[in-house]
């Protein structure tokens, strides 16, 4: 597949590049500055603005999938949403946020008191975003929201999914690496069992 990622350079969106390169996916990398991005076999390089809505939509024209691996602080849902519609895209994923998963019903992790107040704000957008999504008609959309802590760590392949409600493992700890996080988006883009849904991961 043909596959383009907005904000590859990112924590996210660079094990996304790496673990699509590393099935054989082509990849078009869209960032700021290119040269952030080191060169590899399948892999094209862009210089592009997410907040460009026009010659962004240039960029993602032809390609199966688009990921946005953007923070939603320094992106706008209507400009990102409307390149991808306006470029054809046939699937849309988005590097969601913890923030919105419910941990009781109709009650958010960034609704909780003790929720960081540092992250407030980049949660708080990133809900939007998906309620965004909610919206739209036809696009065929996936917001993907990793745990409450999203590290640094290791590939495994050893992971759960879950729907709307926050994961944690055994020992009441809800976290994944930004590795696994990869590897459950692309296993999303090549086997779509989540179109037009939210899902999330976790150990």
């Not at 032809?62 to 320094?74: E, K, N, P, T, Y």
């Not at 895209?89 to 998963?101: H, I, Q, T």
């Not at 700890?173 to 999330?200: G, M, N, Q």
């Amino acid at each position: 597949m043909n596959v383009a990622i907005i904000g590859a350079a990112g924590r996210a969106g660079s094990r996304i590049q790496a673990e699509l390169l590393r099935r054989g996916h082509a990849v078009t990398a869209i960032v700021r500055d290119p040269a952030k991005v080191a060169a590899a076999p399948g892999l094209t390089v862009e210089a592009g603005d997410a907040n460009d809505g026009e010659s962004l939509a240039l960029l993602l024209a032809g390609h199966d999938a688009v990921v946005s691996a953007v923070m939603f602080l320094m992106s706008d849902a209507g400009t990102l949403i409307g390149a991808v519609k306006r470029a054809g895209v046939p699937r849309y994923l988005v590097v969601g946020g913890a923030g919105s998963l419910e941990v009781a019903p109709g009650v958010r992790v960034l609704d909780l008191p003790e929720f960081p107040e540092i992250y407030k704000a980049e949660a708080t957008r990133g809900a939007e975003f998906f309620d965004r999504l909610k919206t739209e008609p036809e696009l065929n959309w996936t917001f993907l929201s990793p745990s409450a802590e999203f590290v640094l760590g290791e590939r495994t392949g050893v992971f759960r999914l879950g729907d709307d409600s926050l994961l944690a493992d055994a020992n009441g700890r809800s976290w994944i690496s930004y590795e696994d996080f990869a590897v459950a988006l692309v296993d999303e883009i090549e086997t779509p069992a989540h179109e037009r849904k939210r899902f999330t991961v976790g150990y």
